[in-house]
Structures are given as C-alpha cells and as structure tokens.
C-alpha cells in the first residue's frame, strides 16, 4: 500500500522544516525524491516499499542524477518560453 | 578585562566584494549549456537576471567595488560583531580560542540579506520592478522582502506549500515587508496550473517552486528572478562577511588555525572562507585548515566524487563538474539513493576538489547537542543548520584540551533559530535519532562512476 508510511515525518535539509513521508514520496514532480533513499532507509525498509511500488522505468527516472542549477535554469527559461509562445 | 566582542566601525566596513575566481590556481570549469554544449553566454542567463550579476558570476576581478548606494544599506546592519566564545570554552575546558562571526542579528535573522540587497540593487539599476524567487523554509524569500523594501522593488516569493502552512511566521514576516508570498503550487503560473489539476492536496516541491518563478520571470518584461544561493555572484556578495571577520581578527591579534562552516547551497561559509582561503593558495597560511560541515543524512561533498556527469538517462547531456556519483548509479535493487550531488556552490566542488577544503558530517543528535551548549553557554539559539559546524567547533576544540594546543577557531555562525524551535523541541523530548550513512555503499556506488575523458 503506498501510504502506508504517508505519515511518517522528518527533517528535510532542502526544504528546511519538517515534511512527512507523503512529501517524499511526491516530491519529484509526483515521484519520490531522489534523496529518499539516504533519508529514509534506516527508518522503514525504503527499498522494498520503492520496488513493490514503482516499475523500473520508474526508478530510473527517480534516480536519474539531479540538474545542476544553472542547467536547470536554462531549461526553465526555454520552457518557459515556450508557454509564453503558445499563450500569445 | 576579557573582550568578548569586537566591533568595527562603520566607517571601516569593506567596500570591496572578494572573488576568488581571481586567485583560483585552476579555474573553475566552464558550465556548458544543455542544449548546444557550448560554454553559457551572457545572454543565456539575461532573461532571468541583471547583466552586471552576470558578469560577476563570470568575472575574474580580484575585488569587486561594492556600489556606495548598497554601502548605505549594508550599514543598516553591518559591520556584523565578532565574538569571544569565553563561556564555551571554559564549559569545554579547553585551551582552544573559539570565535565566531554571527551574522544572527541583522533584520532578517541570516546572512541572506547581503546578496538578497545586492540583487535587488542591481536590478533596480538595470530598470527592473519585480522580482521573483522560490522559498524552502522562508530564509531567503523574508530577506529578499526586506530588500525590496529597501530598493522599491516589488517582491512576489513562491513558498513551497509544506513549508507555508508550516510556517506562518515568515510568510507574515514577508508581508510585513511587503513581499507577496504564495504558496507553491499556485493557479498563477501553467507549471502550478497543471500540478493543481493532476493533485490538488499538492505540498509542493522546491523544484515546482522554481518553476513558477522563473515561469513568471520569464513572461513579463519587468520582472527578473532572483536566487540565494549556489551561484558564483551569490558567494561573491557574501565575502564582505570574511573581509570585516579579517579586519576583526587582527583587533583580536588572532589568526585562525581552524574555520568550520555549514554547507547547503553555501553561500555563508564561502562568504567567511574566500577571503582567508588566499592566504592558503598563495602560500602565506599553508596549515589553514577550512571545515565545510554537512547533515550525516545528505552527505553530498563528503561522500560523493568529482566528475563530469551526465543528467539524462542515455548520457547524452554534459553538465558542470560537481561532487556525484555518477550517472551509472541507478541502485538494482535500490541502495544508497540519495548519495549524490543535490545544489552544492560550483566554487565549492572545486576547492574541494582542489584539496584546498575538507569536508566532514555530523549526525544529527550530536549536532542538536552542540546548539544546545552553544545556547546555554553563549545564550544565542543557533539555526539546526549552523549547528552542525558548531558540533564541529567543538569536536576540534576537544581535541585541543587532549593535545594541550591552543589552536583558533573560527566559526562561521550563519543565524539564529527562533523560526526552527520546533527542531529543538523534538531533539529535549528525545524524539531525533541518528542515521549514519553506511559506508560500503558509498564505495559500492562510487565503483560505477563512468570515467570521463575530460
């Protein structure tokens, strides 16, 4: 069951305050974090809960290594743009 | 009599932001645009912000004049005190000289308004009316309200939605400064738009807060966005910070032997250390040791490599050089996750890298212990964050009563915690537990990192 560990709550550094699993499990345009591993695997059988609940793709998408800011940027602005475009 | 504080006069604050890119021994690589792979012009950045920002980020200038206007503004809080951290080290009994530079007690509570004043300053210049940014735990979005104040600069803060029904205070604090601070996701922007309708309940994520704000940026011509962290002109902005701490220290006829800092995006620590750094890159203080501190749970610099990486899934994608482990970790079945890169300041990777800084984690109940001591001794209740290298501080301090060395440390102490009490709360009712990281993954995932010719 995905929510099963909904409730559960921790400290995330990124955000700064408290978040509760459901957060980590959403986090990543409603996938989980890629953090979620290191947060989370002393506390609940992390890995189990991603594998019963995502297929592979999945994973690899999860864990696809995250963008440098200024890239991430770039591709914001270019998307953005396009928005811009289609609106207008 | 013992002096505690030391304080500079205004008249004696820098009037020079330091850039280390000047006295790199190697420089920084350069960042490659996704789409072209080409190194990033100017003008691929001048939709989001200021080109004087912009040519700070790439600038290769030793100092960097800081405009009288924001001299002015900067006066309105610093010269930031130096201080003697006597009653800590007499609870340590140690033969260690603890300072620490606090930069707690400016309007805002953090160092964050020294760049968030400098951005809005620049932007204003080049004719700007709004700003937008994203917020996490509303640090940065309170100090880019109060800038927009200062410089008549309309400020409209994305605060991730978790964090916004968490913390009410700062949202209020923003307003206070007229900032306007919604939550993320928002029905104002086609990024917030759609996560609403795929999930109204949505908590929200830094990642979609950026979004919005640069969706937002990006869509009106008066507007610019704005950031607090990571980037080259943010750190530079924070180096008035080391500058007055040097002046400080020669009042104290001191010179540190340690200085510790916490590392997120960081921009506090790298605003303490650049300045001192140097004097260990030009030889004059080869023994200067400089600690970048960071949470057990998320140990990004301390754990991770230096490599070209590549951020899309078939590896076609070149990107900065940044700690990481590598494209090929794809954990089957998943182990180790969230090792890797996650927002660490380029400047930073590099001097890791370089050998210049070392890195250490601390886990969190210690780290929780060290804010505690530091409150009961020296009375100021540190941020969790600027708690860890306070653990740190006092792990080198402990090592000086075994040695019998008087050696000096220098904290760089980023601000204060009064919004994060919560944290504190959990740590007196025992409910914080540590998590170390286990090491034969590190190495495990470390293994797989593709080698790139570079």
Redesign the interface.
Known sequence: MIEQYDDRII?C???????NF??CR?????FP???????W???ID??KF??GNYS?EE???????????????????????E??KKES | MKRAMFFLDQKDMPTHWYNIQADLPEPLPPVLHPGTGQPVTPDDLAPLFPMELIMQEVSTERWIEIPEELQDVYRTWRPTVLHRAYRLEKALDTPAKIFYKYEGTNQAGSHKPNTATAQCYYNMKEGIKRLTTETGAGQWGSALSMAGAFFDVEIKVYMVRISYDQKPYRRIAMEVWGGKCIPSPSTETQAGRDMLEKWPDCPGSLGLAISEAVEECVSRDDTHYTLGSVLNHVLLHQTIIGEETRKQMEMADAYPDIIVGNIGGGSNFAGQFLPWIRDKISGEKPDLRVICVEPESCPTVTRGLYAYDFGDAVGLTPLLKMHTLGHGFIPPPVHAGGLRYHGMAPIICHLRELGLVEAVATPQVPTFEAGVQFARTEGIITGPEPCHNVRVAIDEALKCKESGEAKTILIAHSGHGHFDLAAYDKYLSGELVNYPYPEEEVKKAQAELPKIPV
């Open positions: 400290r550094p990124r955000v700064g305050g408290d978040v459901l957060y959403s986090e990543n345009n409603m974090c890629g953090w979620i591993v290191g947060c695997q002393n506390r992390i890995n991603l594998e592979n994973l690899a998408r999860i864990f696809a290594l995250p963008r440098p800011k200024v890239e991430g940027l770039l591709k914001m602005i270019d998307k953005a743009k928005r811009k």
